[in-house]
């Protein structure tokens, strides 16, 4: 069971049940499920937003709202519990911001493009540099043609904010592929970012 493994947030039967509820387009499941899970979207947005301009137009509340949108609206998802959930949010939550940036780089004709603070070690917490949001983005689907998993694990890790566990829980490898894959691909993504 996910709640067991270490470092997984405990999922409540409630949150699982509801989950399984909105997968089968069950009314009202995605009225029940916002309270729960809305601390952790909110918590995921807050992440995301930390690397953002400070005079940026969305706020953490309205991207958990937008985000949630989208994610209820995913018919196609058998969702696998709280975890899952929070990996396809920090998914979504990056569409959303990346989609904000490129149509305000397209308002301004590329000038002031949105920057986004970015480390060395690919971590949302350590001192850092900052490169274009699009610019990543985009170096981030070009890592997910070469390989698809070590884009996966990027975005559960930077974005989406889980643990080495949770995102090897996630995608059901173990903890050290998922180690040896995050390694690799923040290597790879700093080399393609490093002439911005």
Request: include cysteine; hydrophobic fraction near 45%; charged fraction near 25%.
């Amino acid at each position: 069971m996910l709640s067991a493994l270490p470092g997984v947030r405990r999922v409540s039967d409630d949150t699982i049940l509801l989950l399984a509820a909105l997968s089968r387009g069950e009314s009202g499941a995605a009225e029940k499920l916002l309270p729960l899970v809305y601390s952790e979207l909110k918590g995921i947005a807050g992440r995301q937003m930390q690397r953002e301009r400070a005079d940026h137009t969305l706020q953490p509340t309205a991207l958990v709202h937008e985000a949630y949108l989208k994610l209820i609206d995913q018919s196609r998802v058998q969702w696998q519990g709280r975890t899952h959930f929070c990996a396809i949010a920090a998914n979504i939550m990056r569409r959303i911001l990346v989609d904000h940036a490129r149509g305000r780089n397209a308002a301004k004709r590329g000038a002031g493009a949105q920057k986004i603070a970015i480390d060395e070690n690919l971590t949302p917490d350590a001192p850092s540099r900052e490169v274009d949001l699009v610019a990543l983005d985009d170096a981030l689907e070009r890592l997910a043609e070469l390989n698809p998993r070590h884009a996966r694990i990027v975005e559960l890790r930077y974005f989406g904010g889980l643990t080495v566990e949770e995102t090897a829980a996630t995608l059901e490898i173990s903890a050290s592929t998922v180690k040896n894959d995050w390694r690799a691909a923040k290597a790879w993504l700093l080399t393609q970012l490093e002439d911005l």
